[in-house]
């Protein structure tokens, strides 16, 4: 496995150009800084893998990378266009050519599973009602959602929603995917379902894909390049055996799943002290806006 | 001074917000007007659910409503006129107060409570569940999907559902007519007819289609600026009805003094 990443990724930077460049990124909300200057960048056809903890911005870092929010510094380059000052119909066109599963599935309630995964097709294309329902059963059968069409999303399970998502997500087999935590929640077998999903999607048609994930496994399974985030900050960034081999302490804690107490000498204890204070007035902060 | 400048303050964020509401209109007009020249179709199978929504289902609450407020129309003034001895007044008095002010008010204001409160509620849940967020990565404009069919429905339905409260106001009005002031209902409709000319019912008419504009952009709003987590749902809702029912009360404020320094009040 690490073999064969390993040879995509010296093939794919030979030969693609580089697709997502995000530059110096800073988001905020109100006045809160959530991202201090991330840097990422993705060619086409690869797979990125964002991880990072709770709270780190992985969300808010993808969100902008799709153009809700709005970068309070810094550029997003997408297929050459900065997102930080595109104008409306430019957006458009780009986000035809994106899809993305949020963390929560964001389904539309008040529509079938099939409804849902129709609707771009329905919006974007001019395709017969008999082929839109080929492709859904399509993109259904995908993420082993065949025979659920008529579901409304109340009526399914947190898994099978998320993977719903997902198939609204692929429906206009887009060139670029944004999956934010995919797999969370999902058993073992429909997580290890979802990424061979992603491999073929790389392999069979080339999609850029970026993902956020806590699975450790699933990330090293299916990724060309991975970026760590801390609390807003780029801690670490390269090809999976990069990060294997890396040994800053920050991101062995993370890949080793080390609790921190255990990982603790004196001195990174203390450290870890102060870490936790400044965690504190995190979480005080968090209660912004009620 | 500190009196002054926060009255100034209010007045600045109070047009700021019409402002909004406007733009917002605006571009549900835009979608719906202009759009379908553009191939981009009006999307009347959501405008008809919206209307069925909207209009069907507030007929039988709005029928009882209004036929009672008529009734009581008519009982009150029989109050005053039964003084003159001109209690075949009534009908005509209940009719006019029917179809210039209270049969467009009354509708509006449960239309509000029935309509606009779920336009914010609807709305403000898929902004807090990222379906609105959802439908903008598809590249689909959430004010085309999902304002542009409440605007059409509205701007339809309210003037039907105004015209329907009328006619139920009179005949609550011909109820008591009949049962106590010696009209037969033959006779009770006649008297209403010749107390109305066309310009009473018209001016209901637009008001009316102003109301719906009102409501519907308020409701939409509220829902579209709902922050995150459930609770402010509920909060948008809520603020929805309050500034709607205030709107509803300036709007029919502002045309019933436009029609009436035209002269055709
Ligand atoms: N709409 C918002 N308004 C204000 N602050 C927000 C908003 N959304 C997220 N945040 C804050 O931004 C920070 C990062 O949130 P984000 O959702 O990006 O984290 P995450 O890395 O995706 O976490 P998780 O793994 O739990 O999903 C958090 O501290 C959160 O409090
Ligand atoms: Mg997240």
Redesign the pocket.
Known sequence: MEKLSGEKNGADTKAADVLISVRNLHVR??Q?E??HGINLEAHSGETVVIL????????????TMVGLEKPSGGEIWIAGKNLAVISAPDLKEIRKKMGMSF?GGALFGSMTVGENVALPLREHTKLEESTIEIMVRLKLEHVGLLGYESYMPSQLSGGMKKRAAVARALAMDPAILFF??PS?GLDPIIAAGIDNLILQLKKAFHMTIIV?T?ELASAFLIADRMIL?DK?YVVAAGTPENMRDCTQPRVRQFLDRVAEPEVAGEMDYLQMLTEGTSNTE?TV??K??A | MEIAAQIGDEVTSGLAYIGELAALGWRAAYFTFVGPFRGRPIRFRSAISQAMQVGVGALPILSLITFFIGLILALQSAYELRKFGALNYVAGAVALSMTRELGPLITAILVIGRSGSAFAAEIGTMRVTEEIDALETMAIDPVDFLVTPKFLAMIVMLPCLTIWANAMGILGGALFGVSAANFTWGRYLQASLDALYLRDITTGLIKSVMFGITITAVGCYEGLAT??GPEEVGRSTTRAVVISIFLVVMVDLVFTALFFFLGNG
């Open positions: 909300y109100a809160r959530i991202l990072g903890g709770s709270g780190s911005g992985k969300s808010t870092l993808l969100r963390q934010d935590e969370a956020v806590h985030i807003g995190g902060e968090d912004r806006g | 922050g995150a």
